[in-house]
């Protein structure tokens, strides 16, 4: 069975500041792929990134970085300088891939709420 | 990119009625699509993933003859919550699967029975 802990249920921090939102996860899949999700208050869940367990290469994107580390399970999100607008809900998930006993379901975490205060 | 639709976006039924919620996907075919059910303050559970052609496959505690699943088509999926009460009041989003690793996700229903 497949899982995805973030152990942040909110997180509170003053504009500009860096924020890194944690996600662990566990799967006896070879082959699984792991995402990050933004949820304003419409409700509608905004993609962020993609990434497949075979490529741990760290991505940035403008003020967006993510750290996939296989050893320890974890596929970290910071967001450095943050403003208002990026308060919303985040969730990690996890995607089971080929030949596993999860293909294809997607298994989300609690989430974790961001409020960032002017 | 590709665009998953959800109509309506909002209903209000009284308690003891149906209502069905269509997903489309709009740019691609997708012969597998997934409902997933958010509670407020709530992450996302999977109620179950809609085969085209065939039944819908449901979760451990989701009732099937509750929250009936239709995916006629490569592009329409069907939800539709039978004699619904007000603990079915959710948030229901669907998505659908354009390849394995490339799911787009629809704008949400939200369901209030009175």
């Known amino acids: 069975a497949q899982k995805v802990t973030q152990a942040q249920t909110e997180i509170s921090v003053v504009e500009k500041e860096d924020v890194t939102l944690d996600c662990v996860y566990e799967?006896?899949?070879?082959?699984?792929?792991l995402f990050w999700y933004k949820q304003p208050p419409s409700g509608e869940l905004v993609f962020l990134i993609r990434?497949?367990?075979?490529?741990?290469q760290n991505e940035i994107s403008g003020r967006y970085s993510w750290n996939f580390q296989k050893s320890t399970s974890s596929f970290n999100f910071t967001i450095t300088a943050s403003q208002v607008v990026d308060s919303a809900v985040y969730f990690c998930?996890?995607?089971?891939?080929?030949?596993?006993?999860?293909?294809?379901?997607?298994?989300f975490g609690q989430g974790t709420i961001l409020t960032v205060h002017p | 990119g590709a665009v998953v639709s959800q109509h309506p976006s909002r209903v209000i039924c009284k308690s003891g009625t149906s209502v069905k919620i269509e997903c489309r996907s709009l740019d691609f075919q997708a012969t597998t699509m997934f409902w997933y059910r958010q509670f407020p303050k709530k992450s996302l559970m999977l109620m179950a993933t809609s085969n085209e052609g065939s039944k819908a496959t449901y979760e451990q505690g989701v009732e099937k003859d509750k929250f009936l699943i239709n995916h006629a088509s490569l592009t329409l999926s069907t939800l539709t919550v039978t004699s619904a009460h007000p603990e079915d009041s959710s948030f229901y989003i669907c998505?659908?699967?354009?390849?394995?690793?490339?799911?787009?996700f629809g704008p949400g229903t939200r369901l209030t029975v009175t």
């Open positions: 998505s659908a699967d354009r390849t394995v690793d490339e799911q787009y």
């Open positions: 990434r497949n367990s075979f490529d741990e």
């Open positions: 799967t006896r899949d070879t082959t699984y792929y």
């Open positions: 998930a996890l995607k089971g891939g080929a030949g596993g006993t999860s293909y294809g379901k997607l298994t």
